[in-house]
C-alpha cells in the first residue's frame, strides 16, 4: 500500500465506530455498544458459538438455533456433555454438517482444558476455527487487536479499495490493510462495525451508500462503479448428482430412518434410505419391499454439487424404528422429502 492509501483510510476506524455507536444491530449473542462501555463482558463460548453457526448461514436463520443451543446448552461444560445425537440433531437445517461434528469436539477440548485459548494463535489450533472464527473469537471476546475478515468484509474492503487484481493476491492486500486499521483500544467493535456494514450498508446488491459513514473514502464509490466489486473469478457450475430417496411410513407415522455414517456428507447425521448419489440416474433399491410409489423430486445444493432425488413412497403395517421424526430433526434434503411424502 503507498502513502496516499494510508492518509486516505486515515480516519476510517473513527468513522466506523461513530456510525456503529449509533446503529449497531441488536443481535443476541452481541454485547452492544452501551453495555460494552458499562464494561459487561461477553461469554466466549456464546460468541464462538454464535460465530459458528453464523458461517454460510444467515442472521435470521442462525438466530433461531443459537436460541435453542444457549437455552438448551448454557454453558460450554453443558455442550461438552451432550450426547452427540441430540447436538446432530438440534443441528439440523444449518447445513455443512462437519461444523457441528467440530463443535462438539472443540466445546470438549475447552471443556477438559478448563480455559479457552485467548489468542488467535490458541484458539487456530482447535477443531473447527479457522482464521476467520479465530480472528473473530480473539477480537469479540478476548478483545485482542485481530480482524475477523470474511465474505462482507471483503466486499466492503474491494468496494473501498476499487481492487481490480487478481481476486486471491487482493484478499490477501484487504486482509492486510484491515488488520492495520483495527484500533487497539476497540477491535470487537470494529469487526462488529464491519460486519454490519457489510450486512446493512455495502450489500452485494445495491448498497445504501447515501447512507455510508465512509462514503467519501470509498474509490468505487468515486468511480460511481460501487457494484463492480468485488471482481472475482467466474465461478465454475456445480455438478449434479442424481438418486433415489426412499420415504417408508410404519405405523402410528413413524418413518424409516438411518444414521449416516461419521465420515462424509451429512456425516453423523440421521438420515432417510437414499441410493448412491451419481451423474447417471441409478437403479431403484427399495429398502424393504412394498408398494412404492414414485411421487415427485427433491433438489438441493450441497458445497461441491447439485443433488436431484426422486422421491419414493411406501407404507407397511410394521412398526419401524426409531420411530416417528419430525422433519426438522433431520438435514433440510431428506426434510424436503419427508415434507412431499407426508
Ligand atoms: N456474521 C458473522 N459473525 C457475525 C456476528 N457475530 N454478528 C453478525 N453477523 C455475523
Redesign the pocket.
Known sequence: MNMDEKLHFADLSDRLLDWYAVSA?D?P??IGPADRARGVKPDPYR?WL??IM??QTT?PHATRYYLAFTQRWPKIEDLAAAQDEDVMAAWAGLGYYARARNLLKCAREVAALGAWPDTVEGLRKLPGIGPYTAG?VAA?AFGRRAA?V?G?VDRVFARLMALKGEWKLEKERLKREVESLVPADRPAEFA?AL??LG?TICTPKSPNCLLCPLRSLCAAQAEGAQERYPIKPKKVPKPTRLGHVYVLFGRDRSVMTERRPDKGLLGGMLGLPTSDWVSDLPETDFPAAGAWEEIGEVRHVFTHFALTLKVWRAETAEPLTPGAVAADGLPSVFAKALKLAR
Do not use: F, G, I, K
Request: glycine share 0%.
Open positions: 444491530r443481535l449473542w452481541r460468541v454464535a460465530e453464523l458461517q442472521v473473530a469479540l475477523a470474511d462482507n462488529e460486519m454490519d450486512a
